[in-house]
């Protein structure tokens, strides 16, 4: 159905930026909200940003002023602009989708993208 594919991790000094790109599949990126999540090894996963199909925004408290996200619907694209980066922010990436239907919410993953910051 729906395949997310990441790119645009790396290896980056404090202070750097990256942006991350999540190309979606499916049709159904239109109507469905989609986000970035990060796991550092040994924590849970946790959601850094999230963007709705008209553009509502919502961001994790430590990255709030530092991250920006953004999707071109045409595209069925998302971005993740990170900027301002810290060690603690090292972490795998996902993109995520989220597809809503009168009985469940589906979500839908990428494979992950690594984000290293270093000191």
């Known amino acids: 159905q729906v395949q997310l594919v990441e790119s645009g991790g790396g290896l980056v000094q404090a202070g750097g930026s990256l942006r991350l790109s999540c190309a979606a599949s499916?049709?159904?990126?239109?109507?469905?909200?989609m986000g970035w999540y990060r796991q550092a090894p040994g924590k849970q996963r946790e959601l850094v940003a999230a963007?709705?199909?008209?553009?509502?925004?919502n961001y994790a408290d430590s990255v709030k002023g530092r991250f920006t996200i953004s999707r071109d619907n045409a595209k069925n694209t998302v971005y993740l602009q990170m900027n301002s980066l810290k060690p603690e922010d090292t972490a795998v990436y996902y993109c995520?989708?989220?597809?809503?239907?009168?009985?469940?919410?589906?979500?839908?993953w990428g494979q992950g993208t690594q984000v290293t910051v270093s000191s």
């Open positions: 995520n989708l989220k597809r809503y239907s009168v009985d469940a919410v589906y979500d839908y």
């Open positions: 499916g049709s159904i990126f239109r109507l469905s909200t």
């Open positions: 963007i709705t199909r008209a553009g509502s925004t």
